[in-house]
């Protein structure tokens, strides 16, 4: 039940046992047991390719043996061996290997938007600690916004005045406590990334000074920030975003890039952003379909990795899937991903961010893949569809990867907001798009029988089989990432069916969601066309379950208020009833739906 699956395991029958009084109580901080020998050699050559994070682990009946190049696959192999070890009425007991292990990608990580959004000091550590036993080596601290400035600054003590925050007003990290979070990711092996956005996304800078940052006055004031920033992260790179801004002085990025160059930091920038050629940045961080590698200029594929805009369970599946920028492994010129969470939308608590972005199983599926490296497709070519051959070699992988993370939800996530349950099991029957032709109430065949296809107004309408809890008839990206439908087109009706299973009978919560147009765009436009949700019509078996209750709202900026035919997610769950045995469970999607920017099939979560 490893996770992420190592390079190389070879099994033996041997078996190493810790007795019970000497179990450590942490596992990164083992004690010096004369049974365990750690040797550190940076000469030694453990990987196929130069690591510093590569380790050889060990274990014999007698002796637990770890073999590194450096103090990071020291750690790594510590987190194999708790994961390896099981617990037993008179202790612990880890079976015998030998595990080589080495990372495909050197950065594997995820960015927590906390301009937008503030995290308690405590969320962040949980994170990190809990992350680290994955071998998730870079935490991107999005530290400014056009909502707020979360860094204090003692030069600049009005920035963090409640005035110039228009989200979460005076709740900001102290330099204290930036110091001592860059000290608890160095004791778990994690990069801190700081990024101190620029020129762009900088409102709360320009409402606290009312300058522009591009201006002689603003870029003076700027450098002064940069300065303290840089006195107070001890780290190699300092992030400074760069993307969705005009830029009005032509040596504004040049010279911001060689000002903190001169702190002995490197340079991360945002793609696309500022034009750069080789030299004149250290790294980039895809953020679109736009972005682009460029030779001689390393790069973080974060393109389609953005998960506020992800479903719960589909887009899971094409993130395992995909290879991270379409490449088996990573080079020079290809350092890894990192998963974005931006926070453009308030949710709260803390904890509904992360359980409502599905946080842990999508960083858990990251971890492998990045470590792992390899993969079946990327984001454009089978999107997030899984085959539905159970012998599918892609299928199996997926399988294979729900049943570990979910051992590990189990096991080592208790608490935790952890939003997944097993799909490989959930199978749907979706039709071909009937035409409606604008007509709301118009019925279908499908409603009348069950079919594999059927003939309507002389012509075949088939169906297909989908696999997974959620299901995109089109995917929230449109055409990049592919759904169900080949090509959803306005005012078609599409139905779908699906089975659930049942040990007894009884009433239990189903969470349906058709549509939640991602997590993210704080301002949507109005959605083309109307989608009435309260037409929507569900079956249980032959009984019609009438939703006259469901309720959505629609954040803006300063207010909620009611939505009549946009967005359509159930809130708290619907009750269905549930009798033993297996339960048809039918659905019809309203007219128009394919006008909407996202139509989704959500398996039932079951309370």
């Known amino acids: ?58 274990v014999r ?123 608890f990711c160095k004791q778990h092996q994690v990069m801190l990334i700081p990024e101190i956005d620029m020129p762009g996304h900088s409102e709360a800078f320009r409402r606290t000074f009312q300058v522009d940052m591009q201006s002689p006055q603003g870029k003076e004031i700027l450098k002064q920030l940069l300065a303290e920033v840089c006195e107070t992260f001890d780290v190699p790179y300092l992030h400074i975003g760069t993307d969705e801004v005009q ?137 997030t569809m899984l085959p539905t051959d159970p012998t599918d070699t892609i299928f199996q992988a997926f399988a294979d990867f729900e049943e570990r993370m979910l051992f590990h939800k189990a096991h080592h996530f208790q608490g935790e907001p952890f939003a997944y349950v097993k799909q490989t099991n959930v199978r749907w029957r979706v039709t071909e798009a009937f035409p409606n032709e604008g007509d709301l109430d118009r019925v279908f065949p499908p409603e009348s029988a069950l079919q594999t296809d059927y003939t309507y107004q002389g012509k075949t309408y088939g169906t297909r089989e989908a696999v997974g809890a959620g299901i995109y008839l089109r995917h929230v990206w449109g055409k990049l990432v592919p759904g169900c439908l080949e090509d959803p087109q306005p005012n078609h009706t599409v139905y779908a069916w699906t089975w659930v299973y049942s040990p007894k009978a009884q009433t239990a919560g189903a969470w349906i969601e058709f549509q939640n147009y991602s997590r993210s765009e704080m301002d949507l436009p109005p959605m083309p066309g109307t989608w009435d949700y309260r037409k929507s019509r569900i079956w249980v078996n032959d009984q019609e379950i009438l939703p006259p209750t469901w309720t959505a709202t629609h954040r803006t900026r300063s207010n909620e208020i009611p939505l009549g035919n946009e967005n359509c997610v159930s809130r708290p769950p619907l009750p269905i009833t549930l009798h033993e045995g297996w339960n048809k469970v039918f659905l019809k999607l309203p007219a128009g739906a394919f006008s909407t920017p996202e139509v989704r099939l959500q398996k039932w979560m079951f309370t």
């Open 61 to 183: 009946a007698q002796q637990v043996l770890i073999e590194a190049t450096a103090p990071q696959g020291v750690y790594w192999a510590l987190q194999t061996l708790h994961q390896l070890a099981e617990q037993q009425p008179e202790g612990w007991t880890i079976p015998g290997c030998c595990i080589t292990d080495w990372p495909a990608f050197r950065i594997r990580g995820w960015m927590q938007d906390v301009g937008r959004s503030y995290l308690s000091l405590k969320e962040l550590k949980r994170e990190i600690e809990l992350l680290s036993r994955y071998k998730v080596n870079v935490f991107h601290w999005h530290l400014t916004e056009n909502q707020a400035w979360r860094l204090e600054s003692k030069r600049f003590p009005a920035l963090q005045d409640s005035l110039n925050m228009t989200r979460m007003p005076g709740q900001y990290y102290t330099l204290a406590e930036a110091r001592e979070l860059v000290v």
């Open 247 to 383: 830029f009005t002085d032509p040596q504004f990025v040049p010279e911001m890039v060689a000002y903190i160059r001169s702190f002995g930091k490197k340079v991360i920038s945002w793609n696309p952003g500022w034009h750069y050629q080789p030299g004149e940045i250290d790294m980039t961080q895809l953020w679109s379909y736009r972005g682009k590698a460029q030779p001689g200029i390393p790069a973080i594929d974060c393109r389609f990795h953005y998960i506020n805009h992800f479903d719960t369970f589909a887009d899971l599946i094409g993130l395992y899937t995909s290879r991270i920028y379409n490449q088996p492994q990573g080079n020079e010129d290809l350092a890894g991903s990192i998963l974005a969470l931006w926070h453009d939308r308030i949710v709260q608590p803390e904890a509904n961010i992360i359980r409502e972005n599905a946080f842990y199983p999508n960083m858990l599926a990251l971890a492998e893949r990045a470590w792992l490296g390899g993969g079946f497709q990327y984001f454009d070519q089978n999107g």
């Open 1 to 58: 039940m490893l996770l992420p699956q190592p390079q190389q395991v070879t099994w033996s029958d041997e078996t190493f046992r810790i007795p019970a009084d000497a179990l450590p109580a942490d596992w990164s901080r083992l004690p010096h047991w004369p049974q365990l020998q750690v040797t550190v050699d940076s000469t030694r050559q453990i990987a196929p390719i130069p690591t510093e994070e590569a380790y050889r682990l060990t």
